[in-house]
């Protein structure tokens, strides 16, 4: 029965890749070697999505249909992680495999920072394009460009063309840095060669107004940094001149970005494609197109969110009407968790209300306590994963070796491990063990728990209102008993903290930061 489900489903992804003329045997044969079936894989990335963010993973004052019909239709996954609890790191992970922590230069960039992946380095396009894949970027790079001065009026590179993607069409850094500019394949969108873009981060440009110097100019008010260039009355991070034609619409972003998926999947489905539609929401400046903006009642951080969803209930519209969905793995997931405050007051601290973006876990953004790395995470692709859930610890940073496995190669070179079949649904063991990174500091997820070695500097950080996961001694939970991280278990089970120390070391090694080695042992 579930052969012949198998040869109906293969037969669908033959036909999508243009193969309906193959002799009939040849289908038969193919199914028997289920490595050959080279989806098209998409991940859908979100950028600080918190762990309660969407209804399927409890939100109640918010409702997500679209990313939930990935969840019932899907896997969904209770313990997946980011890396790290910010972007870059994670982002690093993701497409490299490789720890952000073993490159010293894996922390948020500017905008103006070189590119963070060697050109020589493994990566996930890399590995799937040697497969024979198509590949894209659409959306927030954050990764670096170029090899130090960018100059911004000429193709910028190395970027993401150079590391493995055919196509890219991105955002240099985040929503709130500059440059305010689309780059397609390196070149800024609808540059006026009489208007040339310069960017600096350290000094303004003589005569331009600024968020901190001109409030007059600024609609959504800056609460901490952003107050730099402002461009479209936002308070941005960095300065930059020129390029007014190029500027970017910050309402008009996730339409834009919609549109440019949608059209890389119409215009490659002839051959297997990778696409990493990495989207802006809902990092700051919330700015929700018109048609979302008031609809979550929570203020713009829940309307963009909303906004998202509607998103990607359009994409995954595009791959069905284009035949596609069958024959596409979709992995949704979220760079980090969640943050309210990040830098403007935009109602996200008052209008919270009920909505728990953390979904119960302790910390957020920036934190080394689970909800800064614990991230909604979603495989589905239709006809071949089942539907459930799944408790294994799996990383983003694990789809590298495991989607080689699926398109029939392997990657050893990096941190990543295959489990592939606890992305399938088949096993429902994940990685026994996972290095978690927020702001430089590093903590171990092993089995259950979760140890925590001890950190100096803040405890918490009042402007974004999170717990940073630092303490002065040793942390550890047991996460699956106690979700909210309340109980610390450190000195009470003394030889399960032995053991997850001795653990984490032989991972990271024994100067894993430069706090004395505690009174331990
Ligand atoms: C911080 C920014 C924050 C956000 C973050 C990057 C300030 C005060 N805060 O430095 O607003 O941009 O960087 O977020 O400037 S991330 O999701 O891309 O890592
Ligand atoms: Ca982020």
């Given at each position: 029965m579930k052969k012949t489900l198998n040869l109906v489903v293969l037969s669908f992804a033959l036909v999508a890749f243009g193969c309906k003329d193959k002799p009939k045997e040849k289908q038969e044969v193919a199914v028997e070697e289920s490595k050959d079936v080279k989806p098209n894989v998409v991940v859908i990335y979100l950028d600080d999505l918190g762990y309660g963010d969407i209804s399927s993973y409890g939100a109640t004052e918010l409702s997500t249909p679209n990313i939930d019909a990935l969840a019932s239709g899907g896997l969904k996954f209770t313990n997946g992680y980011a890396s790290s609890a910010t972007c870059t790191p994670s982002r690093y992970a993701l497409l490299t495999g490789m720890y952000p922590w073993r490159n010293k230069d894996a922390k948020i960039l500017p905008g103006t920072a070189p590119l963070l992946i060697s050109t020589e380095q493994q990566t996930l396009p890399k590995m799937l394009k040697s497969q024979g894949y198509q590949t894209a970027i659409v959306g927030k790079w954050h990764l670096g460009l170029g090899t130090g001065t960018v100059n911004w009026n000429e193709r910028v590179s190395p970027g993401p063309n150079e590391v493995g993607f055919d196509e890219a069409y991105i955002l240099a850094a985040t929503q709130d840095r500059v440059p305010t500019v689309y780059i397609d394949n390196g070149n800024v969108v609808g540059l006026d060669p009489k208007d040339p873009i310069e960017v600096d981060y350290e000094t303004n440009f003589e005569g331009e107004p600024t968020a901190i110097d001109n409030p007059e100019m600024v609609d959504m008010k800056w609460h901490h940094g952003h107050n730099n260039s402002i461009v479209n009355g936002i308070g941005r991070i960095g300065f930059m001149k020129g390029g007014d034609a190029a500027k970017w619409s910050d309402v008009d972003m996730a339409d834009h970005f919609l549109a440019k998926a949608q059209d890389y999947v119409k215009t490659h489905k002839n051959s297997p494609f990778f696409l990493y539609y990495a989207m802006q929401q809902p990092h700051v400046p919330r700015t929700p197109h018109p048609r979302f903006a008031g609809k979550s009642g929570l203020g713009p951080r829940g309307d963009v969110i909303l906004e998202a969803d509607w998103c990607i209930g359009e994409f995954v519209k595009t791959l069905k009407e284009e035949g596609l969905l069958e024959n596409t793995l979709i992995v949704f997931s979220s760079d980090n968790g969640p943050v309210l405050n990040d830098g403007y007051y935009d109602d996200a601290v008052e209008k919270i209300g009920k909505h728990d973006p953390k979904g119960g876990l302790r910390?957020?953004?920036?934190?080394?306590?689970e909800a800064g790395t614990r991230v909604p995470f979603i495989t589905y692709w239709k006809n071949h994963i089942k539907p459930g859930v799944s408790d294994a610890i799996v990383c983003q940073m694990d789809l590298l070796a495991s989607l080689a496995d699926l398109v029939g190669t392997e990657d050893k070179t990096t941190d990543s491990k295959d489990i592939l079949e606890t992305f399938l649904g088949k096993t429902d063991k994940g990685r026994d063990n996972l290095v978690i990174e927020a702001t430089s500091r590093t903590a171990l997820r092993s089995g259950d728990w979760l140890m925590i070695p001890p950190y100096k500097g803040k405890v918490y950080q009042e402007k974004v209102d999170i717990e940073t996961g630092s303490s002065p001694d040793f942390q550890l939970y047991n996460v699956k008993e106690d979700k909210g991280q309340q109980n610390n278990l450190a000195k009470s089970k003394p030889e399960k903290l032995q053991e997850m120390v001795a653990e984490f070391e032989a991972i990271r090694g024994k100067n894993y930061n430069n706090i004395q080695q505690l009174k331990l042992r």
């Open positions: 910390g957020g953004k920036y934190s080394l306590f």
